[in-house]
């Protein structure tokens, strides 16, 4: 494959931030509702008066806040993770952003990746983030415009 149908990283940031602004609203529309249902539920179990609530109450209400926020965090990831092993395994082989910008992820041979490889790359986006986005970074500066992602899961992203 000739260097220059790789995707730069210029156009893969680009559409990593379409992306990003999908599932951030799609996020929204779970997450919202999870959160006011829990202050829902706390504020009318305590009648939402914090000089009438013991200490355990006050324990019990955080308890519940953060046991949502860990499930809300869990449920964006697992939206994240689904939304990228979904589409690019389809037959676009593209997300939203990517299709935008007119890129695809191949497996190395130019082929469609399958839904487990997919999800390979989806996980190792996390991976990728995690270090403070060094493993994104390096699609700057290898050969084939691989992003650490990309390495985990023997993928291209490629000109359409």
Do not use: C
Not at 111 to 122: E, Q
């Amino acid at each position: 494959m000739s260097s220059s149908n790789y995707a730069s990283f210029g156009v893969r940031w680009v559409a990593h931030i379409i992306d990003f602004i999908i599932i951030y609203v799609v996020n929204l529309f779970v997450i919202v509702p999870l959160m006011g249902a829990v202050g829902f539920g706390i504020a009318s179990s305590n009648d939402f008066d914090l000089e009438s609530m013991t200490e355990g109450d006050i324990m019990a209400s955080a308890m519940a806040l953060m046991s949502a926020l860990v499930v809300g965090s869990a449920i964006a990831y697992v939206i994240r993770i689904i939304y990228g092993a979904a589409f690019e395994s389809s037959k676009h082989q593209a997300t939203l952003g990517k299709m935008a910008m007119g890129i695809k992820v191949t497996d190395t041979n130019g082929g469609r990746l399958t839904f487990v490889k997919a999800l390979l790359r989806a996980i190792g986006k996390i991976i990728s983030g995690m270090l403070i986005f060094i493993g994104y970074i390096m699609a700057a500066f290898t050969e084939k415009k691989q992003a650490l992602h990309d390495m985990i899961a023997s993928s291209l992203v490629v000109k359409k």
